[in-house]
């Protein structure tokens, strides 16, 4: 039987929830422990982070592994969940969540997040906001399947989890834009503020509902 409808994709950070908590990890939480075992100020250490971090850049799956960076800044003995765990309290959805996702939900379709978190990170969020009550799939690329976003794999092997046509939605113009849209994928960057955007940029998850409905229409 024909299956009618789409399947929502959602990135996470940046896109559901804001950015605060995963910040607050990687650009105050492992500084000061960089910091401390190193006997540096903490603004050097932070600057210490941030030069490494972009040595290694967004598009490498090492960027997402805490337990990389943490044995490169000589930091392996930490207890990872106890240093995320710290900065639950910063985990917040954007106000256009809820209600993007109810309305997703009463339209009845499939929904998955689909993140280049790695699990520690994903799994706390999903705790601390509640979205499996929407939400049956949460995809880890990195931990899940061994890639990541940027990979055109990751969207090919999306989309073979549904039989309806797929829209993903995500604040990273390469990774939730360029890449799916390279494959047929019909995609929609989110700009949430601050970083590049296209004139077709969306503010936010409202006009993405708009769009999706449109969509479902055709379908
Ligand atoms: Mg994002």
């Known amino acids: 039987m024909e299956e009618r409808g789409l399947s929502i994709s959602f990135d996470l950070d940046g896109t559901l929830t804001d950015t605060s908590f995963v910040d607050a990890v990687w650009n105050e939480g492992i500084p000061r422990e960089v910091a ?37 800044f000589g930091l392996g003995s930490l207890d990872t969940d106890a240093l995320i765990l710290k900065f639950v309290d910063s985990i917040r959805l954007y106000e256009d969540a809820i209600p993007v996702l109810d309305e997703c939900r009463k339209q009845g379709l499939k929904m998955v997040v689909f993140s280049n ?9 999903v705790e601390a906001t509640g979205l499996s009550q929407y939400i049956d799939t949460f995809i880890s690329v990195p931990d899940d399947w061994g890639m990541i976003k940027a990979d055109k794999e990751a969207f090919t092997r999306l989309q073979t989890m549904f039989k309806t046509p ?41 006009g993405f509902m708009d769009r999706v409905l449109r969509a479902q229409k055709r379908t």
């Open 36 to 72: 401390r075992i190193r006997g540096l100020s903490l603004s050097d250490a932070k600057d210490m982070c941030a030069m490494e971090y972009a040595k290694v850049g967004e598009l490498s799956i090492r960027w997402y592994k805490l337990d990389y960076w943490l044995g490169l």
């Open 117 to 125: 978190a790695t699990r520690p990170f994903l799994d706390r969020e």
């Open 166 to 206: 797929l829209v993903h939605a995500g604040d990273h113009l390469y990774s939730d834009y360029e890449v799916p849209k390279s494959i047929g994928i019909e995609a929609y960057h989110i700009w949430r503020g601050s970083g590049p955007r296209l004139e077709s940029s969306l503010y936010g998850l409202t």
